[in-house]
DNA sequence: AGCTAATCGAGACGGTACGTCACGTCTTTAG
DNA sequence: CTAAAGACGTGACGTACCGTCTCGATTAGCT
């Protein structure tokens, strides 16, 4: 039960911490991940490299926070599903949007620098899970909890599996990229899935 | 048509490539990716870094090469998906064996590696989808369109978005491991999936 | 003005800075200096070869520097040339102990490795010129002067030039090899320089 | 008694040779002796490096070639020391030529770099003294008997060690840059050497 | 004049060391 | 008394050369 060593979370400076995952921001933007190091954020970040190493255990957990930070600003509301009642319409309206993002260039290389730190490293990846990506599924299982409610998708459809039909597609071609990701893609997906999903 | 300083691939040391590609695939077993060196790769192989570096501009391009050369003994007899005029159990079978061999430790670590890698590194990226992922998906194309010849598949579908309706959810929780990856699952999703690709 | 990178001194570890000289002097007499290495010094010394290469340029500086060391040591009495009034036999003892120190195996390795290197590179020769050998031929500008004042040395010799005369010889046998370097040699060598010398 | 493979020096090609001593004397001078590499040689003279292997033991080998080569084109009429029946005057006409070629920038790299091996290396200096060095300092002792046979040195006097009071001086402030070598230091070394040596 | 064996240019190979970079830990120093 | 600054031991990087070893393609010297 012995206390090892833990830093005194109370005491943290809080300017630190924000210059850390500034710096750890601009710096995978500039150099791409591989090439990113410890040192270079301490150096850019105006700070000792221990205060680093104090509180996290890797650059690729600084990362993590730091795209943490930049979602949790972005998602002052955090966004919901629209339901206007037409589920094909509301799943194309956000997984356009998300077809821009994952093509915006500012959010790819940390994207892609997580997203593959977290293929290889399993703790790393589930708390990116965990963090990130499941809450934003979990939005798809509600609306389409919503929808089988409505009577638009049959009743012995599981929804978090439903889901992946829907949004696996665009990671693989995102991730792997095997053919353009476009809103097309993005339209003809829906089309397809919601044809299996719907009743009859 | 800049003569980029190549070396003679005529003299080349076939027994020195074997050994290298050999001990790259046992060192990402024993050690990870991250952990695994070009020096410990050259000390196993009993070769010289300088060899290493002639022929190769990454370990993850020797892990590729590594990897290729595993699936070309492996595929002395090309896999075909079979075709038993069942659609959904043929895909099922397919999916089931695909299950098993992501799930098992030795393709496991490499395999995580290069994708990792092609996430991160477009030009590794597309080779790897060129020469390992594409091959694959082509056979899924020509089940999908023989199905379709048979009255089994909507004519206005297309087969290279269908198939990955039905492989990109396995990829996406193997991957990510945001949940097991079991036959059940494969099953399920193939369900799901035909059902929006039948006629009608 | 430019203010080139440079360490800060202040923080520099002695243990290691002894280590390193230590080290360097053993090896180069066990392996000669072409095949003394840098790494083989920090792994003997049990330090980083970035700490080397942090205090000095290359290890024919490391070197000096052990030599320096050394001296120092061994100097602890700064050893003046007698003056017994006898300038010939004064000459002669300091000579023979010179030829024996030359001759004795632990000095010969590390000393032939700084001339050499003197010789080619002029800034490390500058160095090993004014720290080691002009101190040591000022000992001999000393004696030649008071010899002067005793009216043992003609009065127009300029003694820097003298003491070439005597010491130059030594230098060449032993530098060069040419023919063995004895007390015999020394003394004739101070017989012949002397009659040149003194007045008359 | 066995032949152990010793090249044939009847099918050697005097085109190579050549070459290779021309490009060993440009590079040295070029990049100085320790970045001088046996490859360079070889790439500069359009020769395999097995060519170099086979007729030489080492890069201090070729070099010490190179330089016999070039003495022997420039000693076609290989040089005496002059007898105008003047020794003083005749030893400051030589040792101010030799302060010159000493001085002189096409000699110096070479011939520093070869010193510099030859005081590291007993083999090669050996060979640099017997080949280059003694046959120059006979020509001292063929001249200073000539001097006793003419009663202008004491008989009591070896030309062998007296020749050392003059030669070496020079050698001591060029090997070791200790003070400029000038017309009137040789002058001097000679005048207080000469009045060592005369009778009386 | 043709054969044949050695030398030749070329350069891949297994190695060793280079000098640099970044790691993660530890120490010193200035605010 | 807390951090920044940065020196430290460690170990991998990618490069440069080492000296050895095949490779054809010329040469020569001998038959």
Same mark, same amino acid.
């Given at each position: 039960m012995s206390e090892t060593r833990?830093?005194?979370?109370? %005491? %943290?400076s809080e300017r630190s911490r924000r210059a850390i995952l500034d710096a750890a921001l601009e710096l995978v933007g500039e150099l791409g991940y591989p090439r990113l190091t410890i040192e270079a954020i301490a150096g850019r970040a105006g700070v000792g490299k221990q205060t680093i190493y104090r509180w996290w255990p890797s650059k690729a957990a600084v990362l993590l926070d730091a795209f943490i930070a930049l979602g949790e600003e972005a998602a002052a509301g955090e966004h919901e599903i629209p339901n206007t009642g037409d589920l094909e319409a509301d799943l194309k309206f956000v997984l356009r949007a998300t077809v821009d993002e994952l093509n915006s260039p500012e959010y790819e290389l940390p994207a892609r620098a997580l997203a593959a730190e977290g293929v290889i490293n399993a703790e790393l990846g589930a708390e990116f899970v965990a963090k990130l990506l499941e809450p934003q599924l979990q939005l798809y299982v509600k609306r389409l909890l919503a929808a089988q409610d409505a009577g638009q998708?049959?009743?012995?459809?599981?929804p978090r599996v439903a889901l992946e039909l829907i949004v696996a597609p665009l990671a693989h071609r995102w991730l792997l990229r095997t053919l353009p990701l476009t809103h097309e893609y993005a339209d003809t997906v829906v089309e397809y899935a919601l044809r299996g999903l719907s009743p009859r």
């Amino acid at each position: 039960m012995s206390e090892t060593r833990s830093p005194d979370s109370k %005491r %943290r400076s809080e300017r630190s911490r924000r210059a850390i995952l500034d710096a750890a921001l601009e710096l995978v933007g500039e150099l791409g991940y591989p090439r990113l190091t410890i040192e270079a954020i301490a150096g850019r970040a105006g700070v000792g490299k221990q205060t680093i190493y104090r509180w996290w255990p890797s650059k690729a957990a600084v990362l993590l926070d730091a795209f943490i930070a930049l979602g949790e600003e972005a998602a002052a509301g955090e966004h919901e599903i629209p339901n206007t009642g037409d589920l094909e319409a509301d799943l194309k309206f956000v997984l356009r949007a998300t077809v821009d993002e994952l093509n915006s260039p500012e959010y790819e290389l940390p994207a892609r620098a997580l997203a593959a730190e977290g293929v290889i490293n399993a703790e790393l990846g589930a708390e990116f899970v965990a963090k990130l990506l499941e809450p934003q599924l979990q939005l798809y299982v509600k609306r389409l909890l919503a929808a089988q409610d409505a009577g638009q998708v049959a009743e012995h459809i599981d929804p978090r599996v439903a889901l992946e039909l829907i949004v696996a597609p665009l990671a693989h071609r995102w991730l792997l990229r095997t053919l353009p990701l476009t809103h097309e893609y993005a339209d003809t997906v829906v089309e397809y899935a919601l044809r299996g999903l719907s009743p009859r």
